[in-house]
Structure formats: structure tokens, C-alpha cells
């Protein structure tokens, strides 16, 4: 691995792609795992340019497919690359010959190289490479990747943890069970203990109906979303039972715009998917209204131009 002190240059360029594949190889998993590693020896002491020539990598693939006999799912070594720079876990670049960087390197590398630019820097060419940077130190400490342990079938979660936390109403229980995927002949889809408990905790506290609580603590990707959106569709399932009347039972305030964005077209898709099933017992469809756009900071802000359009009806 070549490690070279540039600057802010000389890192590769950024596009989006497709979103990720569902299902990946886990020896794509372990060959990244081999390359971090090897990274992180230079991040440790603060070199965040380094990367990897051509030669030195694919010469590392074609041991590691060695290694794991992995010959027959891939050609070569650059094959092996090739998939995991589809999955943008890989990045390369061309200057003077390919090289490549990781996510995790070309992320700490970015962080590391942050600038803060005033008018001045932005009124002269190239005035940015001279201004002051935001991160004056940093630590680097690499571990194994975690998840949490999806072991409590959907059925059981159901039929013991949520119904002794709450007494759940028929319908209720079928907005968890379609919103898990279990049926007469499926388990449905999996939790894990925290998403349990997140979801037992916050049905129970929701029928109190008492001022308090509740914080979910888990890793990136590991269903932190689900453990909140999984209750409360299923209380605003039991509220629209009792009063269908049209008020805003339950707000979600996110941080940033696009975690809004890739949120809510989740938490639609759920929606849509009680929708039959609240119609069947004759209860109206959930409706879900968002706010896209810069924070106002009086209502009168949210019909002015520069915020967009004002709100207008889209669907149930």
C-alpha cells in the first residue's frame, strides 16, 4: 500500500449508483475486511492519502480467491474488484494507472480534509486550498463489523412480547402481522431483541398514555427505523379504530433532508401495505404528510417561494 502526503488532492471522484443488492457474498465481506485492515495500519498514524496500485491489490484478490477457492463464482482477481467497486465499496480512480481506496479510508479521508471557507477563500481561484481545516486531530480505532442477532420470529414476537406488553386488538394484530409478512404458512420477517423491546416498550407506554421516554441505541443499518415505525403504525392502527377524525396523532423529526427522503418512501410503502386491510374493516387508510425542504421559522415560512410549493394532497 503506497502512502503519500497530497494535500487535498488526489482523491478519487464520487458519483451516485444504484442502491446496494440485498444479498452480497460474504467472502465480498471478509476480501474488504482484509483490505481495511491494511489500511488502517496507516490511518492509525494519521496518513489519510494512502491507497492501494493496481498491481499490489489484484495481486492480493488473486491470493485471497486462492485462499477461499472462490475460482468458480469469479474469473480473476480484477472480477473480485470489480464487484465490490459496483458496490461502492471499492473505490478506484485513474492518475498515472488505477488505484483504490475503501469506503471507510476514502471517508476518513474526506472527514480528515475538511475546510472552512469564508468569502475570501470563494472570491480567489483556488483560494479554498489555503483555508484553515475544521479537523486538527483525529484518533482511528478499527473492530469487526456488528449486527444485531434477528432471532425472534415475527409469530412469537407477536403472540407473547407485544401481547402481554399491551392487549391488542384484532385489527391490530393484523397490521403487525402484515407488516412483518407473517401468515397462516410464514414466519415473517425476523427481529431483533431491541426492535422487540423497543416495540413492547413503546406500545405499553403508548396506552398509558403518559408523558415519557424511549431511546434506541443500535448500529448503522442494523433497523433502528423499524423498531419506531414498527409501533407506531400499529397505535395509530388502534387510534384510527376508536376516532377516525383527521389529526396528527404522531410526528417524526429528522435531521437531515435526505435520510427524510429514503425514510419516507419506506414508511409510505408500509402504509400502502395496511391500506387493504383497514378498508376490509372499514377503517380509513393512514395518511402521512411531510415537510421536505429548509426548517421554517413561522408558519407564514412555509408558503413562501423560497420553501416550494405549499402543501397540496397526494394520496392516502
Known amino acids: 500500500?503506497?502512502?503519500?502526503?497530497?494535500?487535498?488532492?488526489?482523491?478519487?471522484?464520487?458519483?451516485?449508483?444504484?442502491?446496494?443488492?440485498?444479498?452480497?457474498?460474504?467472502?465480498?465481506?471478509?476480501?474488504?475486511?482484509?483490505?481495511?485492515?491494511?489500511?488502517?495500519?496507516?490511518?492509525?498514524?494519521?496518513?489519510v492519502d494512502g491507497h492501494f496500485p493496481a498491481a499490489e491489490i489484484e495481486d492480493r484478490a488473486i491470493r485471497f480467491l486462492d485462499r477461499t477457492n472462490a475460482w468458480d463464482d469469479y474469473a480473476d482477481g480484477i472480477a473480485l474488484l470489480d464487484e465490490l467497486v459496483d458496490r461502492r465499496l471499492l473505490?478506484?480512480?485513474?492518475?498515472?494507472?488505477?488505484?483504490?481506496?475503501?469506503?471507510?479510508?476514502?471517508?476518513?479521508?474526506?472527514m480528515a480534509r475538511l475546510r472552512q471557507l469564508f468569502p475570501r477563500h470563494l472570491n480567489t481561484p483556488g483560494g479554498w486550498v489555503g483555508s484553515p481545516t475544521l479537523v486538527a486531530d483525529f484518533r482511528f480505532l478499527l473492530r469487526?463489523?456488528?449486527?444485531?442477532?434477528?432471532?425472534i420470529p415475527a409469530k412469537t414476537a407477536i403472540g407473547h412480547q407485544f401481547s402481554e406488553a399491551i392487549r391488542l386488538t384484532v385489527l391490530q394484530r393484523c397490521a403487525l402481522e402484515a407488516l412483518l409478512g407473517a401468515g397462516p404458512d410464514t414466519e415473517g420477517a425476523p427481529l431483533?431483541?431491541?426492535?422487540?423491546?423497543?416495540?413492547?416498550?413503546?406500545?405499553s407506554?403508548?396506552?398509558?398514555?403518559?408523558?415519557?421516554?424511549?431511546?434506541?441505541?443500535?448500529g448503522t443499518g442494523s433497523g433502528k427505523t423499524w423498531a419506531f415505525y414498527?409501533?407506531?403504525?400499529?397505535?395509530?392502527?388502534?387510534?384510527?379504530?376508536?376516532?377516525?377524525?383527521?389529526?396528527?396523532?404522531?410526528l417524526a423529526i429528522y435531521p437531515r433532508n435526505e435520510l427524510l427522503k429514503d425514510q419516507l418512501t419506506e414508511t409510505v410503502r408500509q402504509a400502502r401495505r395496511l391500506k387493504p386491510l383497514l378498508r376490509a374493516h372499514r377503517v380509513r387508510p393512514l395518511q402521512i404528510g411531510t415537510f421536505f425542504g429548509p426548517t421554517p421559522k413561522t408558519p407564514k415560512d412555509v408558503v413562501e417561494p423560497r420553501y416550494g410549493k405549499p402543501w397540496s394532497r397526494q394520496d392516502h
Open 1 to 47: 500500500m503506497v502512502a503519500r502526503q497530497q494535500g487535498i488532492h488526489g482523491g478519487p471522484t464520487h458519483h451516485c449508483g444504484p442502491a446496494l443488492r440485498a444479498r452480497m457474498d460474504p467472502r465480498l465481506t471478509e476480501f474488504l475486511g482484509e483490505v481495511e485492515r491494511a489500511e488502517a495500519t496507516l490511518l492509525a498514524w494519521g496518513l
Open 91 to 110: 473505490f478506484r480512480w485513474y492518475d498515472g494507472g488505477f488505484k483504490y481506496r475503501s469506503r471507510m479510508g476514502e471517508a476518513v479521508r474526506l
Open 144 to 151: 469487526a463489523r456488528e449486527y444485531p442477532r434477528r432471532d
Open 205 to 218: 407506554e403508548g396506552a398509558n398514555q403518559t408523558a415519557s421516554g424511549t431511546m434506541v441505541c443500535a
Open 230 to 250: 414498527l409501533p407506531a403504525l400499529t397505535r395509530l392502527v388502534g387510534m384510527l379504530e376508536k376516532d377516525s377524525t383527521q389529526w396528527t396523532r404522531a
Open 192 to 203: 431483533a431483541g431491541f426492535q422487540v423491546r423497543a416495540t413492547t416498550r413503546i406500545l
